[in-house]
């Protein structure tokens, strides 16, 4: 069984949106990881995304990561997986790939990636970085889309 390759997948996937599952084994297994890896850990597996997104060139002239630290980093997410699903949440890993297979593992890890992204992006820096485009936008132009829609201004959405 080819596990590494499908968690690993599954944290570069975190930001995207999981798919929801009815699946109580692996719903179990999620709440496990997400409940088990301490804030280290997360904020590990977020470097480590990062890590992976920064060795794309597009992101050149944004992130500068040695070697030594990426292997570092590497490691250092190696050693979270096996903790977290060899000892932390076995029961609830070995329930989980009985119901789903991989899949499981691939739904888990996203959504504790999710988990521990949005973490890190409420931090008031992160929040305030993640809000500066607004500063840009065409107000004007999407409080017209909107009573083009038929919102009314302030409220909530349906």
């Given at each position: 069984?080819?596990?590494?390759p499908v968690a690993a997948a599954a944290l570069a996937a975190a930001a995207l949106p999981s798919p929801a599952s009815a699946q109580e084994?692996?719903?179990?297994?999620?709440?496990?990881?997400?409940?088990s890896a301490s804030p280290e850990d997360r904020t590990m597996l977020i470097r480590w995304l990062f890590?992976?997104?920064?060795?794309?060139?597009?992101?050149?002239?944004?992130?500068r990561i040695d070697e030594a630290t990426r292997v570092e980093i590497a490691r250092s997410v190696a050693r979270i997986f096996n903790h977290l699903v060899l000892s932390d949440c076995r029961?609830?890993?070995?329930?989980?790939?009985?119901?789903?297979g991989q899949q499981a593992f691939f739904g888990a890890f996203t959504a504790l990636g999710q988990f521990a992204g949005m973490e890190l992006m409420l931090t008031p820096d992160a929040a305030?970085?993640?809000q500066r485009f607004a500063q840009f936008l065409d107000t004007a132009g999407l409080e017209a889309l909107g009573r083009?829609?038929?919102?009314q201004a302030g409220a909530p959405p349906q």
């Open positions: 069984m080819r596990l590494l084994a692996t719903n179990a297994f999620t709440q496990c990881l997400i409940r890590s992976a997104l920064g060795s794309n060139p597009v992101f050149d002239d944004l992130v029961p609830e890993a070995l329930a989980a790939l009985r119901e789903n305030r970085e993640l083009e829609a038929g919102a």
